[in-house]
Nanobody
Framework: QVQLVESGGGLVQAGGSLRLACAAS????????MGWFRQAHGKEREFVGA????????WYADSVKGRFTISRDNAKNTLFLQMNSLKPEDTAVYYC?????????????WGQGTQVTVSS
């Protein structure tokens, strides 16, 4: 059974940084795309970025490009989202996801989410 468990969310001031982690278990992810999504209160879920596990190729939404970086630790089966220069509009619940149908999805597996709040 595949499990994705996010951690690292919290409250940070605008301009600050946070690093989210997503611990993946239950299968080998070598052929997978791993994505980060977020959903702000009252808004639809949106794509943040993704990484192809096999070759570290990454994709990012324009809104986070240059500020957020996705990486992975193969030995620990863990995905990371380094978020720098955070803005109040980055406030959302952040989810990691895994799938095989391309970086844009659809994704088959989802974590429970972690709250990120950026104060102005």
């Amino acid at each position: 059974q595949v499990q994705l468990v996010e951690s690292g969310g919290g409250l940070v001031q605008a301009g600050g940084s946070l690093r989210l982690a997503c611990a993946a278990s239950g299968r080998a992810f070598s052929g997978y795309f791993m994505g980060w999504f977020r959903q702000a209160h009252g808004k639809e879920r949106e794509f943040v970025g993704a990484i192809r596990w096999s070759n570290d190729m990454t994709w990012y939404a324009d809104s986070v490009k240059g500020r957020f970086t996705i990486s992975r630790d193969n030995a620990k089966n863990t995905l990371f989202l380094q978020m720098n220069s955070l803005k109040p509009e980055d406030t959302a619940v952040y989810y990691c996801a895994g799938g095989t149908r391309g970086y844009a999805g659809p994704y088959d597996y989802w974590g429970q989410g972690t709250q990120v709040t950026v104060s102005s």
